[in-house]
């Protein structure tokens, strides 16, 4: 099994729509979460930093962590065209110096015009 | 803020060659960066992590003598693959973080092939 779990796709939506992307993990300690988004040949951005359970919301973007789930979400309200990409999940158990990354596979997003 | 560049974007090179890749950490002092190797269609993977002025800890499987990594000051890394074959051909991302609790912010990627 693998420590992060992240469903590929393809996921296609149509402009406008609300995004639901996920990620379950099985290593307990993790603590911090974080939300990539990654454009075809290049590097991955950084959307969203959270630390331990609950929600933080970002302009168009929500991350929530459910601990006892060990289950994280990203939403994205309003999507547009520009949020084609493949979205990343990550998380830590340190978050000194960034601390090592154990990503999910990715989710790879059409937002239709 | 927390800008990382990546050089060069795109390289080409026959077998045999070394190549160096340069990470820099532009508007912040980063005190651990990060090397990862991407194929397509998967995630990153964690090839080795860089403290400043020490060596470099590889990950299981990357062979240290192939992955020569640099991290002579707070704001440069360099990963240099040296005689450098087909397979590995790949994108390399790195990364950097400041010190304290700071997320990782990753440059745009080298995309490497040896012919």
């Known amino acids: 099994q693998k420590e992060v779990e992240q469903d590929p796709g393809p996921l296609s939506v149509p402009e406008g729509a609300i995004v639901s992307l996920n990620c379950t993990y099985s290593n307990s300690a993790f603590q911090y979460f974080m939300w990539y988004r990654q454009y075809s040949r290049k590097g991955p951005e950084l959307l969203m930093y959270t630390y331990s359970s609950g929600n933080k919301e970002d302009g168009r973007f929500t991350a929530q962590v459910d601990k006892s789930s060990k289950y994280i979400s990203l939403f994205i309200r309003d999507s547009q065209p520009s949020d084609s990409a493949t979205y990343l999940c990550?998380?830590?158990?340190?978050?000194?110096?960034?601390?090592?990354?154990?990503f999910g596979q990715g989710t790879e997003l059409s937002v239709k015009p | 803020g927390a800008v990382v560049s990546q050089h060069p974007s795109r390289v080409i090179c026959k077998s045999g060659t070394s190549v160096k890749i340069e990470c820099r950490s532009l508007?912040?002092?980063?005190?651990?960066m990060f090397w990862y190797r991407q194929f397509p269609k998967q995630s990153l993977m964690l090839m080795a992590t860089s403290n400043e002025g020490s060596k470099a800890t590889y990950e299981q499987g990357v062979e240290k003598d192939k992955f020569l990594i640099n991290h002579a000051s707070l704001t440069l890394s360099t990963l240099t693959v040296t005689s450098a074959h087909p397979e590995d051909s790949s994108f390399y991302i790195c990364s950097a973080s400041a010190s304290g609790n700071q997320p990782q912010h990753f440059g745009d990627g080298t995309r490497l092939s040896i012919l």
């Open positions: 508007d912040f002092q980063a005190t651990t």
């Open positions: 990550a998380m830590s158990v340190m978050g000194n110096q960034g601390g090592k990354l154990i």
